[in-house]
């Protein structure tokens, strides 16, 4: 069994920061890209970025340049720091994570955390 845990997030006004923690554990082989996405009710689940196991980032380019995730491979953790933050990005924010377990090695599967909530009031 492979669990995702979040941790973070919160309420902050426009302009500030707040930064997003993910660790996975359980039942893993190989954890390959990591991710966070974000949702609001009504509207479809959007990417804001991704980190490869070798650390390259992808980002959504709303968040670019105010975004940075980022991974310790030794914790199974990925990161997000959230600077200069707007009111369009409130949403629920969930971790993913591309995962291989030990009884299907060859076979990688996506695992999502259960969410936390980002609010940024004006």
């Known amino acids: 069994q492979v669990q995702l845990v979040e941790s973070g997030g919160g309420s902050v006004q426009a302009g500030g920061s707040l930064s997003l923690s993910c660790a996975a554990s359980?039942?893993?082989?190989?954890?390959?890209?990591m991710g966070w996405y974000r949702q609001v009710p009504g509207k479809q689940r959007e990417l804001v970025a991704t980190i490869t196991s070798g650390g390259s980032p992808n980002y959504a380019d709303s968040v670019k340049g105010r975004f940075t995730i980022s991974r310790t491979n030794a914790l199974n953790t990925v990161y997000l720091q959230m600077n200069s933050l707007k009111p369009e990005d409130t949403a629920v924010y969930l971790c993913?994570?591309?995962?291989?377990?030990?009884?299907?090695?060859?076979?990688?599967?996506?695992?999502w955390g259960q969410g936390t909530q980002v609010t940024v009031s004006s």
């Open positions: 993913s994570a591309m995962i291989t377990t030990p009884t299907t090695p060859l076979f990688e599967s996506t695992y």
């Open positions: 359980g039942s893993i082989f190989a954890l390959n890209t």
